[in-house]
Structures are given as C-alpha cells and as structure tokens.
C-alpha cells in the first residue's frame, strides 16, 4: 500500500488493486493507530485516530478531494496512486 501523503506525523495510504471495495477511501495512520476517511463525504468511518489529527486530515481531504478521487481510479485498474502535496 504506496504512502500517499506525509505531514504532521500522519501517513496516508490508498490500497491499489483492481476491485478495492467502495466506498472510495483512505487508510490514515498515526502514532501506531489507524483509521480510514471516506474521501466523498470526507468523514471517519473507522479507527482511533486523535480528534486533532483527524481535523487535519479532514481538512488536507477536502482541499485535495479531486486528486483523491484521482488516485482513488487509478487505484480501481491496479496502477500506482500519485502522490499529493502534504498540508502545510
């Protein structure tokens, strides 16, 4: 699972392989905790990420919500995501 975003100690990672189950997503790592934000409605579906990463990531989702959604189809026909500028 390539890492497709790095900053403020979070990892974002998208699983690319034909198929991968919808909604589209993201895994978010942090700290050994993991989560998973549903890129559509930009929300937590999953996991026990701190409510303070999780604000970032969220923000980082809405403002990258195309390329997201980009990667996501990559990812749907088994070919590499790209990577996305990290939130500054």
Known sequence: MPTISMFYGIIIRMYYGP??????????YYQGLVGTLDILKCEF??????????????????????????????CQNGEKPFSIEPLK
Do not use: C, F, M, Y
């Open 19 to 28: 198929k991968e189950h919808n909604p589209p997503h993201i895994h978010i």
């Open 45 to 74: 579906t999953d996991g026990n990420i701190p409510s303070k990463q999780q604000r970032l990531v969220i923000a980082w989702a809405e403002i990258h919500s195309d390329e997201l959604l980009a990667d996501w189809e990559l």
